[in-house]
């Protein structure tokens, strides 16, 4: 496996599926086919000892195991960015899968090259599933209901925080003064992949600087002030 290679693991209960995606990226040389299985509310424990980058869901299934396993694999490894795909895109669906931190929201129609490049993104820190809202005001407006009272609560701030899990503990180094090649020891990923997350934290929080990022990210909640 290239060492900058971005991993991903395919769920879905059709074999056909998991199949016809991992095609998609056989001849991807940035990408890499970490694993594949069935939905189940349980996760591979291949992907608590080594996370992938990136996790593609198919949550096409009569029960609630897509969603649950979406809920699992951010409360373990939360680095991994979840892109979910489903073949009815509607307004109660992507409430229930931006609670759970999804990455992206997918129809099952997307084409190979926009998969592809949708893994790209996430895998960058991206977040597209955020620009859903522009165009759906009333799962907006329904996250507004439900959260507007738990706002203060550290859970609902790193739900809504324009912030990835991985750039809040990019943004968590920076604190502490570390320099990129440091951070990308500590999390074992590559110096430009930090440099990319850094150039979209400084875009987020429309920062010109790191110190200013690092500010502004304490004055938001994003990161706790560490007191000497």
């Not at 599926?17 to 990408?31: K, L, M, P």
């Not at 190979?112 to 005001?137: F, Y």
């Not at 439900?146 to 503990?169: D, G, K």
Request: net charge neutral.
């Amino acid at each position: 496996m290239n060492e900058q290679s971005i991993t991903v693991w395919i769920f879905s209960q059709q074999p056909l599926f998991r199949q016809g995606v991992q095609n998609a990226f056989s001849d991807i040389n940035d990408i890499e086919i970490a694993g594949e299985s069935q939905l189940t509310d349980k996760m591979p424990r291949m992907i608590e000892v080594m996370p992938p980058d990136v996790a593609v869901v198919d949550i096409d299934t009569a029960s609630d195991s897509g969603l649950n396993l979406l809920k699992r694999i951010k409360q373990v490894t939360p680095s991994t960015a979840v892109i979910v795909l489903a073949s009815d895109i509607n307004d109660e669906q992507i409430f229930e899968v931006i609670k759970r931190q999804a990455a992206a929201y997918l129809g099952k129609d997307i084409n190979s090259k926009d998969l592809i490049d949708m893994v790209r993104r996430v895998a960058h820190g991206e977040h597209p599933i955020n620009d859903s809202l522009n165009k759906r005001p009333k799962v907006a407006a329904h996250i507004l209901d439900q959260f507007q009272e738990l706002y203060q609560q550290q859970e609902v701030r790193s739900l809504i925080s324009p912030l990835t899990s991985r750039e809040t503990e990019i943004v968590n180094y920076m604190a502490q003064g570390c320099a990129n090649k440091q951070i990308a020891v500590k999390l074992k990923i590559s110096e430009q992949t930090i440099k990319n997350h850094v150039t979209s934290i400084l875009s987020k929080l429309d920062a010109n600087a790191r110190t200013e990022a690092v500010v502004k990210a304490i004055k938001r909640g994003l990161i706790p002030f560490a007191k000497e």
